[in-house]
């Protein structure tokens, strides 16, 4: 049988944040990852456990603005299942398809997964390419972390010991094209090889701006794809284009070998992935 | 700590660690061997069980999070020892071989049978793509979830 750490189960997100400032505790949500922590079969298990299931204020999905608004216990049914995801960013909806299966859409976060830290998380990637914001909170107060300032390194984050991921906010940029690929051995209940976000702002010319490139599963933690994101600035999704950017995109990131993949395919894979979108968008 | 909470529509009260895992409670504390554990990791859904109507893997969910909560196991399904559609559906069509993922199979097929999703193979597949049956036997238990949504349906 697994361990089974005390648990607190606050009633408020105040009384949360008390309980986090008097000592440490992991906080669990949807409990699709410190479940499988308790186990001990990853590592240390957790030694004391503070439950987030309860508090309302960290649900609900609401447009503020330019700007949609997801709590951090919006679980991948509830992406899958919302109007306004569904409306102005369907792309989160279809990368929550690809998580897991039912069983774990039912029960994962949005903030589990942006917390968990893993390199393959999916989600994570469609939250560097749209310039994500994600709130966390302390007894100290709010504060704004930019996704791609919040996964500092291996399982690594920004965040305190003593903060909680309240929510994350998505700027509904005009015009904004998204897309997103995840490569995995099945359909369901995969862990990424390779998942990959691609935003731009189409101009009249024909160009792509802001462009955003983003990927997971290729480094030790999700990335901006700076320099090939540089090579597309400006650029028409010619096969010129195309042929640079896959050349950037190799140079740039730096896949491993593990029990899900090699470095060679995930390269192989990163590559063609991103040269058949912009095939696909530029028509050749 | 006390955990509230109806198990197959009877009221039941647990005295666990707030961590157990619920398999653990419907296991060993309520004696409800039906759900099984597989993998224990959220990969193979051998312990699905309804929580509100959800499909869940019980191995990932921990009692200090069902307070409150209606919980559906395997042993649910029957009523006055009479099968429901979905199981007597699972014995015609021959899909349970060996049995370990049947209980499992059972709940997140009623699970789709309660979504009102459109009866195709493909949504059948989905519905059922947390659970691993390692007989394969994956076409006789579509066939046995179809068989089940056009009897009710009809």
């Keep these: ?284 | 700590m006390t955990t509230r909470l109806t198990v197959n529509g009877e009221p039941v009260e647990l005295e666990v660690p707030g961590m157990r895992r619920l398999l653990d409670a419907l296991r060993e504390d309520l004696g409800l061997t039906g759900t099984k554990e597989g993998c224990g990791e959220g990969e193979c859904g051998a312990c699905s069980v309804l929580v509100d109507g959800a499909v869940v893997d019980s191995c990932l969910v921990p009692v200090c999070q069902v307070d409150g909560a209606s919980v559906i196991t395997v042993e649910g399904l029957a009523r006055e020892e009479r099968l429901n559609a979905l199981q007597a559906a699972f014995l015609e069509t021959g899909g349970a071989q060996c049995g370990i993922c049947t209980p499992g199979m059972l709940i997140a097929g009623e699970a789709f049978l309660a979504s009102g999703a459109e009866l195709t193979d493909e949504r059948i597949r989905e519905a059922i793509a947390g659970n691993l049956c390692r007989c394969t036997g994956y076409t006789k238990i579509i066939d046995a979830i179809s068989l089940a949504a056009q009897r009710l349906r009809t």
């Design chain 1, 1 to 284: 049988m697994p361990v089974e750490p005390p648990v607190e189960s606050p009633s408020s997100l105040a009384a949360a944040y008390r309980l986090l400032t008097g000592g440490l505790l992991r906080p669990i949500a949807g409990g699709t990852d410190v479940m499988v922590q308790i186990t001990g079969e990853l590592g240390e298990p957790p030694r004391r456990v503070l439950d987030l299931w309860h508090l309302d204020e960290l649900r609900g999905i609401a447009r503020d603005g330019d700007e949609l608004v997801l709590g951090a216990l919006t679980t991948y049914t509830e992406l899958r299942r919302s109007r306004l995801v569904g409306e102005f960013l369907p792309e989160l909806a279809e990368a929550a398809a690809t998580i897991g299966a039912a069983q774990i859409q039912n029960r994962g976060t949005l903030g589990g997964n942006i917390a968990n830290a893993s390199p393959a998380g999916d989600s994570l990637p469609l939250l560097l390419a749209t310039d994500a914001t994600i709130v966390v909170g302390s007894a100290r107060g709010e504060r704004d972390v930019a996704a791609h300032d919040f996964w500092t390194g291996y399982r690594q984050t920004a965040l305190a010991p003593d903060e909680l991921i309240v929510r994350v906010r998505i700027p509904l940029a005009n015009e904004r094209q998204l897309r997103f690929r995840k490569i995995g051995t099945r359909r369901a209940q995969a862990i990424s090889k390779v998942v990959m976000a691609l935003a731009w702002r189409p101009a009249s010319d024909g160009s792509w701006q802001d462009v955003r490139l983003a990927l997971g599963s290729v480094a030790e933690r999700p990335i901006r794809a700076w320099e090939t994101e540089q090579i597309l600035q400006g650029a028409e999704p010619s096969e010129e284009t195309a042929d640079r950017a896959v050349s950037s995109l190799a140079a740039e990131i730096h896949p491993i070998d593990d029990v899900r993949s090699t470095a060679a395919y995930r390269l192989a894979v990163a590559t063609r992935v991103l040269h058949r979108l912009i095939r696909t968008e530029g028509g050749w």
